[in-house]
């Protein structure tokens, strides 16, 4: 079935680093990624996303990459600050009639001040 | 805007009994999802709602789960009986469906905890 791989599955920087988290996906007519964030005990939130029409989109400190060739995607925070501690899912939306996302298994990022 | 609502927060059960988990999804938001979020893991499919109807339950483990979107806004996610491995967080999340636009918004989701 369709999979996502996420790695790290843990990642250690110090404060004003930069923050790099990878995702591979097994369906080449994938069209959407998100990446999500979700802080200890809090609901997940969307924090950027690309469609594979696009290669890459920023949003202030974030962005996300798309490679369609190579089927990975990434996602870059720089100037790295103790409140973007957390676990980042990345997701892919296979193709289908469903329009379901599926998620990658998280990175718990902490950045240390 | 209101975000998607679920209810309770906590949940604490013996195992063989039963639960039920309450979400009321982002007004105008056809398509509704419950997933499950193992400790340590990422959320995983359970069921997928268009309106009122089921897109996709193929994940979920129907000997014991059922879920309804009986007027096609509020549903509820029902385990009987509940396992030991049931213990997770059930989130339920809601989009609008197609277009360019589409995305996937959480609830805060309900901690089922089986003793």
């Known amino acids: 079935g369709e999979n996502v791989e996420q790695h790290p599955s843990t990642l250690s920087v110090q404060e004003g680093d930069s923050a790099v988290i990878k995702c591979t996906y097994s369906?080449?007519?994938?069209?959407?990624f998100p990446w999500y964030k979700q802080e200890l005990g809090k609901r997940p939130q969307l924090i950027i996303d690309i469609r594979s029409n696009v290669g890459e989109k920023k949003d202030q400190r974030i962005a996300v990459t798309l490679n369609k060739t190579a089927k990975h995607f990434s996602l870059h925070i720089t100037e790295t600050q103790p409140e973007d501690s957390a676990v980042y899912f990345c997701?892919?939306?296979?193709?289908?009639?469903?329009?379901?996302?599926?998620f990658g298994s998280g990175t718990q990022l902490t950045v240390l001040p | 805007e209101a975000g998607v609502a679920q209810s309770p927060r906590y949940k604490i059960i013996e195992k063989r009994q039963s639960v039920a988990f309450w979400c009321n999804p982002i007004?105008?938001?056809?398509?509704l999802y419950w997933y499950q979020q193992i400790l340590g893991q990422g959320p995983k499919l359970l069921i997928q709602f268009q309106n009122n109807g089921v897109v996709d339950d193929s994940q979920l483990p129907k000997d014991r789960f059922s879920a309804e979107r009986l007027k096609g806004v509020d549903s509820t996610l029902k385990i009987q009986p509940a396992k030991l491995e049931d213990s997770a967080v059930y989130l339920c999340?809601?989009?609008?469906?197609?277009?360019?636009?589409?995305?996937?918004?959480f609830g805060s989701g309900t901690q089922l905890s089986v003793l």
């Open positions: 999340a809601s989009s609008t469906f197609g277009g360019a636009n589409e995305k996937l918004f």
């Open positions: 997701a892919a939306r296979f193709s289908g009639s469903a329009r379901q996302l599926t």
């Open positions: 369906d080449s007519a994938s069209n959407y």
């Open positions: 007004s105008g938001h056809a398509t």
